[in-house]
Nanobody, 121 residues
Framework: QVQLVESGGGLVQAGGSLRLSCAAS????????MGWYRQGPGKQRELVAA???????NYADSVKGRFTISRDNAKNTFYLQMNSLKPEDTADYYC???????????????WGQGTQVTVSS
């Protein structure tokens, strides 16, 4: 069974940094598109950063220059480095990936369980 497990959230002061990790496990033959989303209190879930298999990246305007998405292919893990955090970055963060499942040889979208990030002013 394929799953994504997130880690790295927590409480940080404004201006601080956190790194979120999303580890994929299970019967995987490929991971293509990867992304981080967030959902703040009373808000809709929004895309924060995306990374394609070819290395292309896309960031929300609100995080450009502060957040970086990256991956470690050998570990089937991808990351979101968050610097210069602001109180408005407070949200539940979710990872998402399109994963090729070996058992079925099909690509399926998976979500992590979410991790809370709280930025205090």
């Amino acid at each position: 069974q394929v799953q994504l497990v997130e880690s790295g959230g927590g409480l940080v002061q404004a201006g601080g940094s956190l790194r979120l990790s999303c580890a994929a496990s299970g019967s995987i033959f490929s991971i293509t598109a990867m992304g981080w989303y967030r959902q703040g209190p009373g808000k809709q879930r929004e895309l924060v950063a995306a990374l394609t298999y070819g290395g292309g990246t896309n960031y929300a305007d609100s995080v450009k220059g502060r957040f970086t998405i990256s991956r470690d292919n050998a570990k089937n893990t991808f990351y979101l480095q968050m610097n210069s955090l602001k109180p408005e970055d407070t949200a539940d963060y979710y990872c998402n990936a399109r994963i090729g499942v070996r058992d079925t040889m099909r690509f399926v979208d998976y979500w992590g369980q979410g991790t809370q990030v709280t930025v205090s002013s």
